[in-house]
């Protein structure tokens, strides 16, 4: 937030302000979703969402049987986690479609390049 008030390049912003309708996967029920970020600079607005690397991209498909039950609980809760992400980001995408934005997800690596 440090960054969207002392940037030149941002005009305007706000942080978890737009809400938008989900379905999740997981219950099949509508849910609230509030990405982090609304932000305007000259080249447009953009929905930004800031997630760990890890849950920006699918988990690694594994063998469930495989696993012992700690290991399978974590698995599938990455999966969950994942499922409910991209339903997330599917109607953010929509939305910004519609609004003329552009959406983007953000992760460590974009915020601390040195690491």
Not at 74 to 91: F, Q
């Amino acid at each position: 937030m440090k960054w969207c008030d002392s940037s030149e390049k941002i005009l305007q912003w706000s942080s978890e302000e737009v809400v938008i309708p989900y379905i999740s996967p997981i219950d099949n029920k509508r849910h609230r979703y509030f990405p982090d970020f609304l932000i305007q600079t000259a080249k447009g607005w953009f929905l930004i969402e800031v997630k760990p690397q890890i849950e920006s991209r699918p988990p690694k498909k594994k063998l469930v049987e495989n696993l012992n039950l700690k290991k399978k609980r974590r698995y599938m809760k990455s999966v969950r986690t994942w499922l409910v992400n991209e339903a997330k980001w599917n109607a953010a995408k929509k939305v910004c479609e519609v609004e003329g934005w552009t959406f983007e997800i953000f992760t460590e690596k974009q915020l601390t390049p040195d690491k």
